[in-house]
């Protein structure tokens, strides 16, 4: 097992609330009970992609303006290696929110209404994965690109030439920069309240591979993740991870059949917390 930082742990909740909420459909429902498994989407195919380059552009320009004269060029020369990542290298990135049976969500993100949310526990969530090459935060809506601490990381870099803790190359700076820009978003999606958990470029998460899967009628480039296994490294039980599974309030599915299920793999505790969604959708 890999140690634990507690006040890491502790911070993670603070922000991002003791629960978090996975809008999906039955499929992907049955992918998770059934083997464990997370699947985190290619961001490439995000609709909201464009804003990466808009927060990359925007930190360059902050940077450009207050800078002096003679960390300039570096300045320019660091964004260019940057954006050529950036139109090349796509990270992956799984979905939540803060929202409990929230009607918008229900009808983005779970077959239109007709799926399910699982409830995860952040603390067990996070402890399962804090390890890994990822950044798991809330995202951030439109706001002044000074506030964010890529500004200050970036601006001691270039007029001291030192690496700020945490970061040991130039590359891993630029690595944290792409992931970061995919943890914001236009304001107009701030009613998600969402939280938003993205690989570092393509630096590996454990116990996960890459595989294509039909996503809403699609075929698409899918990193799944076997949260079960990354749960066993770390001393997290896999069942207590799910506190509870509420089923979309389009969805035929009984709860007495979805409860059934779940005992027959073994998941006795959370057969007991699955509920019908009390959304008024119909």
Not at 85 to 99: E, G, I, Q, W
Not at 111 to 117: D, K, L, P, T, V
Not at 148 to 171: A, C
Request: proline share 2%; glycine share 6%; charged share 25%.
């Amino acid at each position: 097992m890999t140690s634990i930082d507690e006040q890491l742990v502790h911070e993670k909740v603070e922000k991002c609330g003791s629960e978090l909420y996975h809008y999906t459909s039955i499929d992907a429902l049955c992918g998770i009970i059934d083997n464990g498994e997370l699947w985190f989407g290619n961001t490439s195919n995000m609709n909201d992609k464009n804003e990466c380059r808009d927060f990359i552009n925007n930190l360059q320009e902050a940077l450009l303006t207050d800078l002096d004269d003679k960390y300039k060029e570096d300045c320019k020369h660091f964004f260019k290696e940057l954006t050529s990542r950036v139109t090349s290298n796509f990270p992956f990135a799984m979905c939540l929110s803060k929202l409990r049976d929230n009607a918008a969500q229900w009808e983005r993100y779970a077959s239109n209404a007709m799926g399910a949310c699982l409830t995860f526990d952040t603390e067990l969530f996070y402890r399962a994965v804090m390890n890994q090459p990822i950044i798991f935060n809330n995202v951030f809506y439109e706001y002044d690109i000074r506030r964010n601490d890529l500004y200050d990381i970036l601006r001691t870099y270039f007029e001291t030439g030192q690496f700020p803790y945490g970061f040991s190359s130039r590359k891993g700076l630029q690595i944290n920069i792409e992931a970061s820009s995919y943890i914001r978003k236009h304001i107009s999606f701030k009613s998600e309240e969402e939280v938003r958990i993205v690989t570092l470029g393509n630096n590996p998460i454990g116990h996960s591979g890459i595989e294509y899967k039909n996503i809403r009628g699609s075929i698409k480039k899918t990193l799944v993740v076997n949260i079960r296994e990354l749960c066993m490294e770390n001393e997290v039980g896999f069942e207590s991870l799910i506190k509870e599974i509420t089923i979309g309030p389009r969805s035929e599915q009984s709860v007495y059949d979805l409860s059934e299920y779940l005992c027959s793999r073994g998941f006795n505790k959370l057969a007991k917390n699955v509920k019908k969604s009390e959304c008024p959708l119909r």
